[in-house]
């Protein structure tokens, strides 16, 4: 596959990850079922095309029990200001996730 053409491929599948993103959130309410379903897909897509998600993006839902994220609700977000680190903690299945920030 030439070079182009894998360019092509990778900005529709990241089309296609901000529409899951999109469903995700849309549906989370009345449906998290349906929201765990569209993340799960989302990160296949993520692991198959090697594609790279923002950060945003990947702090938007968890990626252990594909819980979308929200801050308050589903995960816990703590600010660890002597380490500069933010915690996000997933009230589903207690995935914790570290970052640095400046
Ligand atoms: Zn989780």
Not at 19 to 31: G, P, Q
Not at 40 to 47: D, E, N
Not at 76 to 97: G, L, T
Request: proline share 2%.
């Amino acid at each position: 596959m030439d070079k182009r053409s894998k360019k092509v491929i990778k900005e529709t599948v990241r089309d296609r990850i901000e529409h899951l993103l999109k469903e995700a959130r849309s549906s989370f309410r009345t449906h998290p079922e349906r929201s765990v379903r569209y993340l799960k897909l989302l990160w296949k897509l993520v692991q198959k095309y090697k594609v790279r998600i923002t950060k945003e993006q990947k702090l938007s839902f968890c990626k252990k029990c594909f819980t979308l994220w929200v801050p308050g609700r589903t995960v816990e977000i703590f600010f660890d200001q002597r380490n500069s680190v933010i915690e996000y903690k997933c009230k589903k299945c207690k995935f914790k996730r570290r970052l640095k920030y400046k």
